[in-house]
C-alpha cells in the first residue's frame, strides 16, 4: 500500500479510535488463540500465548527505539502499515503455526520439539509486534497526550475481552479468528480517517479487504493433533463425525463408528456380566471424552453401570438424593436412575453438552435430564456447591479427565477447585446425616491421583474436627481407577461387609477401610507392591507429615490458594525419571508443566536478545547502562511484572466467587484494563495528588486488605444472584485497578519531558517484563501460592517507586538514549 506523505499529512493528534480497536482486536487474538490452541494442542499453551503478546510489546520498543530516526515524519505511515500487518499476519501466522508438527510429548527426548516449539512463539510473536509497534509510535509521537493514548489502549483491551467472548458464542473460533483479522485492517482505515488522509482509497482498499477477509473462502480448518483423543477416535474403522458445535466453553464434537463401537465406562469390572450399552463418543475441546448413552427408559439395559467402582456408594445407601457434579453426557445420571436414586441433581457446565443430550441426540438417549426425577443446572459445580442450600445423601464428582492426557501429566497447570481441600470441606456440609462424597480418580502407577485424593480427603476432615478420620474414609480400586469414599459419620460393620461382597463379586481391590489387614490388599489387579494401601497407611499415621515430605512426587493435598491438584512433579525426582525414559517411564513427567518451563526460557531469552543486548550492543555510541538509564530500567520492569502478578491472581480468585472460569477471565481483564486505562486518563488531571509516592502507597494497603478481606467477602455474598455478582466485582477490582493505570504513564511523562528518545526503551521493558511474569506467576502459584504473588507483586509495586522516584530529576538525565 502506497501511503505518501501528500496523503498522509503531519497528523495534528493520535488516533484515539484506531487505538481502541487495534487494541480490543489484539487482546481479543490473545484471548482467542487460547481457545485454538486448547482445540488443537492442549490448554497449557495459554500461557505461551500471553508471554507472546507481551514479547511483542517488549520487541517493538527496541526496534522502534532502533529506527526512529527514519520514522521521523512517518507516523501515518508506519502506523497503517503495521495495522495492516496485523490484520494479515494474524490469519496467516496462525495458519502456519498449527501445522508445524510440534509434539508436547515429546520435548524431551526428541531435540527438534524445543525448536519446533520456537518457530511456534515466533510465527505467533508477530502480529503482536505488529499491534505493539502502533501503540508505541503513537506514545513517541504524541508524547504531551500519552496519559489520552493509554487509557484509550487499555480501555480499548478491556472491551475486547468482553467482545470476544460474546462473539464465540455466536461464531466458530475459526470465523472469529476472521472477525479479529478484519477489525485489524478496520482500525487501519479508521486512522486515516482520523488523521485526515487527503485521499480515500487505501481506505476503501482497507474495507475492501476486511470484507473479503470475512467471508467463508478465507476460512480453514482446524488442524487436531495427532495425539488427542479426537484425531485417534477419527482413525477408528468407519468413524464419522455426527455433530460439531463450539462456544467460549469448549467446542463439542459428536463421533460414532458403526464397525467398532466406542466403549468408554471408567472403572468398569473385568467380570462384568452384562452388555455395555450402545454409546457415542463426545469430545471437549477434542481430548475430554465423555459419551452419550443409548437409552430407552429400561434400566435394566443398564446393569452394567453398577459393574463401575463408582456403583459402590450407592449400595451404601437406600434411594439417595445425589448431586452429580460434572453431568457431561449423562453416565452417572443414568447410574443414579439404575440405582433407584429418589432425586438427582445434576451440574453441568456447558449448555451445549445439556443440548446435545436433550436435543440434537434426543432420541438416542431417552433425555435423561428431562426425567422426573432429574434436575439439570447450568453451572460451575464448585459455585454450584457454595451457593446451593439443597442437603444430599450422595455427592458424587465425576470423572471427565482424559485418560491419556491425565496419564500424561498435560492438566498439572490447570487450577481445579474440584479437588482442593476447602471444596471437600463444602460438600461435607451439603451432606444429610449418614450421607457421603464419592471420587472417583484415573489409577496411576506409581500412586499420585489416588494418594492425593486421600490426603486431601483426611485434611478436610481434620479440618471439620474430626479426631479419626480414618474411620469415616473407604476406597477401592479396580484395573483403571480408583474410587474414595467420605463419610460424615464412621462407617459401621454393615456397611465394610457390603463393601467386601461389592469389591469380591467385581474383582475390586480394597485400598482402605477402618481395620483393613495387609493381606485383604492387592488381590485382583496386582501390583508389584501394596502401594496404595501402604500410601493410605501413611497418611493416616503418625508421620503423615514426613510421608508427605518424602514422597517421591508431590501428593500434598490442593488447597484454594494452591488449587493444582494435578501437578505431582518434585524437582528432585527429575533425575531419576529422566533416567527411566527409554524404560517406559516418560508418562511419570508432567509435559504440562515442562512445556510451560520451556516457554519460560524462550521468554527469557526472547527478552534477552530484543531488549539486554540492544542495550548492550549501544554502548559504543554513547549509550551507557549506569544511573538514570538502569533505574529506568528497573523501574518499568518491576511495574510490568506487578501488574501482569496482580492480574492473574486476581483471575484464580474471582473463579471462587463467579463460580466460572470463563466470566472470572472476562470480568477481571475488562474491570482491570478500562479502569487501569481511566487511572491513566485522569492521574494527568489530577497531577497533584497522583504523585508515585502516594500512588504505590495506596496500591500496596489496597492489595494488602484484599488479600486479608475478599476471601471473607465472597463467603458472605456467595448466595446472591449471579447477575449481581459481575457489577459487583467490577466495583471490587475498580480502586486496585483504577490506581494502577497510573505508575506507568507518570513514569512515561517523567521521561518523555526530560529523555523522550526513551519512550521506546521504557515501553520495551515493561512489555519484556510482563513476559516473563507472565508465566513466572504460575510456576510461583503452583509451588507457593496466589496470595504469596500478590504480595511479592505489591514489593514490586512500592520499591521501584521510592528506589527511582528521587533519580527521575538531576543531573542524571543528561545520559544519552541509545541511538
Known amino acids: 500500500m502506497n501511503i505518501n506523505p501528500r496523503i498522509a499529512p503531519a497528523p495534528t493528534g493520535p488516533p484515539l479510535y484506531s487505538i481502541a480497536l487495534l487494541s480490543a482486536a489484539a487482546l481479543a487474538y490473545e484471548i482467542l488463540l487460547m481457545r485454538l490452541f486448547s482445540i488443537i494442542q492442549w490448554h497449557h499453551f495459554a500461557y505461551m500465548m500471553i508471554s507472546l503478546a507481551l514479547l511483542g510489546y517488549g520487541a517493538s520498543g527496541t526496534f522502534l527505539a532502533l529506527t526512529r530516526r527514519w520514522l521521523e515524519g512517518r507516523f501515518l505511515v508506519a502506523y497503517v502499515v503495521n495495522a495492516t500487518l496485523f490484520g494479515v499476519t494474524a490469519l496467516v501466522c496462525f495458519r502456519l503455526a498449527q501445522v508445524v508438527p510440534f509434539n508436547a510429548l515429546e520435548i524431551l527426548w ?66 472469529a479468528l476472521q472477525v479479529v483479522a478484519a477489525a485489524g485492517l478496520l482500525s487501519a482505515a479508521v486512522a486515516l480517517r482520523e488523521c485526515r488522509a487527503q485521499t480515500r482509497g487505501p481506505a476503501l482498499v482497507l474495507l475492501l479487504t476486511a470484507a473479503v477477509v470475512l467471508t467463508p473462502a478465507v476460512g480453514f480448518s482446524l488442524q487436531v493433533s495427532q495425539f488427542k483423543g479426537l484425531s485417534q477416535a477419527l482413525r477408528v474403522l468407519d468413524a464419522k463425525q455426527l455433530d460439531q458445535r463450539s462456544s467460549p466453553l469448549g467446542q463439542l464434537t459428536t463421533v460414532a463408528s458403526q464397525t467398532v463401537p466406542f466403549r468408554h465406562t471408567p472403572g468398569l469390572s473385568l467380570n462384568t456380566p452384562a452388555p455395555i450399552g450402545e454409546q457415542l463418543a463426545v469430545f471437549t475441546d477434542a481430548d475430554g471424552l465423555s459419551v452419550l448413552t443409548r437409552f430407552d427408559g429400561e434400566l435394566e439395559k443398564l446393569a452394567y453401570l453398577d459393574y463401575q467402582s463408582s456403583a459402590l456408594p450407592y449400595h451404601l445407601l437406600d434411594e439417595p438424593a445425589v448431586l452429580v457434579l460434572g453431568a457431561g453426557g449423562g453416565a452417572d445420571v443414568l447410574q443414579a436412575l439404575y440405582h433407584r436414586a429418589s432425586r438427582v441433581d445434576a451440574v453441568e457446565l456447558n449448555p451445549q453438552m445439556v443440548e446435545l443430550v436433550n436435543g440434537q441426540f434426543a432420541d438416542f438417549t431417552g433425555s435423561p435430564y428431562q426425567l422426573p426425577a432429574v434436575t439439570v443446572f447450568n453451572s460451575e459445580a464448585r459455585g454450584f456447591v457454595t451457593a446451593s442450600t439443597n442437603r444430599y445423601d450422595l455427592v458424587q464428582v465425576a470423572l471427565l479427565d482424559s485418560f491419556s492426557a491425565s496419564s500424561a501429566g498435560l492438566y498439572a497447570l490447570s487450577e481445579n477447585y474440584l479437588y482442593t481441600v476447602e471444596a471437600f470441606s463444602e460438600y461435607l456440609q451439603k451432606l444429610q446425616p449418614g450421607g457421603m462424597i464419592s471420587i472417583t480418580r484415573w489409577t496411576k502407577t506409581p500412586p499420585r491421583d489416588g494418594l492425593k485424593i486421600f490426603a486431601t480427603a483426611v485434611a478436610a476432615l481434620q479440618h471439620a474436627g474430626v479426631a479419626e478420620p480414618g474411620l469415616q474414609l473407604v476406597m477401592i480400586r479396580s484395573w483403571n481407577t480408583s474410587t474414595l469414599l467420605i463419610k460424615n459419620e464412621a462407617f459401621n460393620n454393615y456397611a465394610i461387609n457390603t463393601l467386601k461382597i461389592f469389591c469380591r463379586e467385581r474383582w475390586f481391590d480394597l485400598v482402605y477401610y477402618p481395620g483393613i489387614t495387609a493381606n485383604e490388599a492387592n488381590h485382583y489387579n496386582q501390583l508389584p507392591e501394596p502401594w496404595f494401601f501402604e500410601g493410605a497407611g501413611h497418611l493416616l499415621g ?20 494452591r488449587p493444582y491438584f494435578s501437578h505431582f512433579l518434585k524437582w528432585r525426582t527429575l533425575p531419576e525419571l529422566l533416567t527411566l525414559s527409554e524404560r517406559g517411564g516418560m508418562p511419570l513427567l508432567e509435559w504440562g508443566y515442562l512445556v510451560l518451563i520451556t516457554t519460560l526460557v524462550l521468554a527469557l531469552l526472547a527478552s534477552l536478545l530484543l531488549v539486554l543486548l540492544p542495550l548492550w550492543l549501544g554502548r559504543g555510541r554513547g549509550f551507557r547502562v549506569a544511573g538514570l538509564s538502569w533505574r529506568i530500567m528497573v523501574y518499568f520492569a518491576a511495574i510490568g511484572t506487578a501488574f501482569m502478578f496482580i492480574e492473574i491472581a486476581f483471575i484464580q480468585k474471582f473463579i471462587l466467587f463467579l463460580h466460572h472460569p470463563l466470566y472470572a477471565i472476562s470480568v477481571v481483564l475488562c474491570a482491570f484494563l478500562v479502569f487501569a486505562g481511566l487511572g491513566s486518563l485522569l492521574s494527568a488531571r489530577w497531577h497533584k495528588w497522583f504523585t508515585l509516592p502516594r500512588v504505590s502507597v495506596a496500591i500496596g494497603g489496597l492489595s494488602v486488605l484484599y488479600i486479608l478481606f475478599l476471601p471473607g467477602l465472597f463467603e ?3 448466595q446472591i444472584p449471579g447477575v449481581f455478582k459481575i457489577p459487583l466485582s467490577i466495583l471490587l477490582i475498580a480502586p486496585l485497578a483504577f490506581l494502577m493505570g497510573a505508575p506507568f504513564p507518570l513514569g512515561l511523562d517523567v521521561v518523555s519531558k526530560s ?6 526503551w521504557a515501553w520495551g521493558i515493561n512489555g519484556c517484563a510482563s513476559v516473563v511474569s507472565a508465566i513466572l506467576a504460575t510456576l510461583l502459584a503452583i509451588h507457593i501460592g496466589f496470595v504469596f504473588v500478590v504480595m511479592l507483586a505489591v514489593l514490586l509495586m512500592c520499591w521501584p517507586h521510592w528506589f527511582c522516584h528521587g533519580s527521575f530529576k538531576g543531573k542524571s538525565l543528561r545520559e544519552k538514549p541509545p541511538t
Open 110 to 175: 526428541d531435540p527438534r520439539q524445543p525448536l519446533w516449539l520456537l518457530l511456534i512463539f515466533l510465527l505467533l510473536f508477530i502480529p503482536f509486534f505488529c499491534v505493539a509497534n502502533c501503540i508505541c509510535l503513537a506514545f513517541s509521537q504524541f508524547s504531551k497526550q500519552l496519559h489520552r493514548v493509554y487509557c484509550f489502549d487499555l480501555v480499548g483491551a478491556g472491551i475486547g475481552a468482553v467482545a470476544i467472548i460474546g462473539l464465540l458464542f455466536i461464531a466458530s473460533p475459526v470465523m
Open 542 to 561: 503418625p508421620a503423615d507429615a514426613a510421608f508427605l515430605d518424602d514422597y517421591k512426587f508431590n501428593i500434598h493435598p490442593a488447597t484454594d490458594n
Open 716 to 718: 458472605n455474598l456467595v
Open 755 to 760: 529523555l523522550p528518545d526513551w519512550i521506546p
